[in-house]
């Protein structure tokens, strides 16, 4: 019992301390802990609040870790007999803590990392300490000194993990900080309120504002930069008449503008879900410029992000009165941190590579002649404005349906220009043109329906789009380097 447990308490402080090195928002035992949370019902869980009050979330995380110290133990007592059931055993808690990983709806691939890598270490130390285990509980003779190092080894193991656990909450406090100060910013801002008619209600169709749980991530971060709003400052310099430093007070003070806008990769194939729609809170960007005094020569706006990416966007699309926004909530929330924490850009029309600098630190208003950002150096873009896009979400390619009438359904975007007319094709039959739901701006995706009497058989449903400047989606296909993908998306399916 007591090598099973050492090996899940080891296990338990490797994986805190992966997670922690990757700037994990939630650590294994805090996944397990709010699935718990989760899956509980309101009752029950109603009744623990009011039996233990505020220290419910101690208690639950106290409990995971006693839960898998528990069934360590065990999975050691086990390994005694049946060394195979006892591993798989063991190997069952990394496996429920993925699993319920998984189930959050901002999981990334990077999240099993820890479970594993924790799994693997007290897999390891279960079969460095289980036979130690056997022989010193064998009861021959020599009991006395091989226990005594037995001990000594479990007491060795456990130090390690202490010492581990310990380094891991200061690994994780930059983390914890910063959740800290968005928490605090987080007070005066409430939930933006929909405009009415945007959501067609037709299932299956992506809902028009994006939770930022949902959200699309695109960086090059492998764990998001940490930057606190308190010594956050923003420099402003190149071909300006004033260079500025600005801080977060200064853009709080300089008032808020707020608008809903479609942000989208550039890398999204037709299609694809590299886009979501979300309530943007910050300072125009046109204002700050205009403060600084650009210079008639200028054309671009080079951005740096705290980790050192850059991205350069056109002067003009800073300064035609659109929407571009020095960005510091999200929906409602001060940006999450992987989206952008504590300022990020966010610029109606253009792809995120050239305009939507997230942990941004360094303006340098300049030239297009004279850089080349991250992404233009690796062969992408130097401008890259949005292509007209349309998606079918509902049905799903391979659906079985019933013959009848089926509610078809998707998204239609082309940011800055706005969608005049989304069309569905059934085979090769004529187009027909669909209903489409109501939006605030031109700057945000808009939802398309349209109803399909559907014969049984083999079908394949096309859409494409017009924008309001008459342009129709080509129907030849295109990579989506350098500029982002062209091209009419299908579904095919079975009607029955
Ligand atoms: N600092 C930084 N900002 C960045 C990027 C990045 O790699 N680093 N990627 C850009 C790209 S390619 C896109 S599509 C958007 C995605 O923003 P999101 O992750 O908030 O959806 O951020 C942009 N801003
Ligand atoms: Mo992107």
């Known amino acids: 019992m007591l090598a099973g447990a050492t090996a899940g308490a080891t296990g338990l402080a490797v994986a805190e301390l992966v997670s922690a090195l990757l700037r994990g928002r939630v650590s294994p035992v805090l996944a397990v802990g709010e699935w718990v949370i989760k899956v509980t019902p309101g009752a029950v869980a109603e009744r623990a609040i009011s039996t233990v009050g505020q220290a419910d979330k101690p208690l639950l995380v106290a ?4 839960a898998v110290l528990a069934l360590s133990a065990l999975a050691g007592v086990v390994m005694l007999r049946r060394r195979g059931v006892g591993t798989t055993l063991l190997m069952l808690l990394p496996l429920v803590a993925v699993l ?51 001990l000594t ?28 100060a968005r928490r605090a910013l987080g007070q005066g801002l409430r939930p933006p309120e929909q405009p009415s008619g945007v959501d067609l209600g037709v299932s299956g169709i992506a809902p028009w504002e994006t939770p930022n749980a949902g959200f699309y991530r695109i960086d090059t971060a492998l764990a998001p930069p940490l930057l606190e709003p308190v010594g956050w400052e923003l420099r402003i310099h190149g071909m300006v008449e004033r260079e500025l430093r600005v801080t977060y007070a200064d853009l709080v003070d300089r008032g808020m503008q707020s608008a809903w806008i479609t942000l989208c990769c550039v890398s999204n194939e037709v299609g694809g879900e590299l886009i ?65 924490f504590p300022v990020r850009m966010v610029v109606p029309g253009l792809y ?10 360094d303006w340098e208003v300049t030239r297009f002649d004279r850089f080349d950002a991250y992404w233009t150096e690796r062969g992408w873009a130097e401008q890259a ?33 706005g969608i005049a007319r989304v069309e569905l094709r059934v085979d090769d ?27 049984p058989g083999r079908h394949t449903l096309t859409v494409r789009a017009t924008d309001r400047a008459g ?8 990579d989506v380097v350098p500029d982002g993908a062209s091209g009419w998306h299908s579904v095919s399916l079975d009607v029955g």
């Not at 409990?63 to 006693?66: L, P």
């Not at 460095?128 to 010193?136: C, D, G, K, N």
């Not at 404005?385 to 049905?395: A, E, F």
């Not at 342009?471 to 295109?478: G, H, I, K, S, W």
């Open 100 to 150: 319920t990983g998984l189930t959050r709806p901002d999981a990334r691939p990077v999240d099993v990392l820890p479970s594993l890598i924790g799994g693997v270490t007290g897999l390891a130390v279960a079969l460095w300490l289980v036979p130690r285990a056997r022989m010193a509980t064998s009861g021959s003779a020599e009991d006395g000194p091989t226990r005594r190092r037995f």
């Open 385 to 417: 404005p949005i292509k007209t896009q349309s998606r079918i979400d509902t049905p799903r390619p391979n659906d079985s349906v019933v013959a009848g009438r089926i509610a078809v359904g998707g998204v239609a975007w082309a940011q800055h220009r």
């Open 276 to 340: 979501g729609n979300a309530y943007w809170h910050g300072v125009r960007i046109d204002d700050l410029l205009a403060e600084a005094g650009v210079s008639p020569d200028a054309d671009a706006l080079l951005s740096t992000s705290q980790d050192g990416w850059t991205c350069g966007t056109p002067l003009v699309a800073l300064s035609d009165g659109r929407d571009a926004l020095l960005a510091i909530a999200m929906n409602g929330e001060p940006l999450p941190v992987e989206h952008g």
């Open 352 to 361: 995120g590579f050239v305009s939507a600098t997230k942990w941004l630190v």
């Open 63 to 66: 409990g995971v870790v006693a």
């Open 153 to 180: 080894d479990v007491g060795l193991a456990v130090l390690a993990s202490g010492v581990l656990g310990a380094v891991s909450r200061w690994a994780g406090r930059g983390r914890r900080a910063v959740e800290e």
């Open 429 to 455: 039959g004529d187009w027909q043109q669909a209903t489409l739901a109501r939006v605030p701006s031109i700057d945000t995706w808009v939802q398309w329906a349209w109803q399909w009497d559907a014969a």
């Open 471 to 478: 342009a129709t989606q080509p129907e030849q296909r295109t």
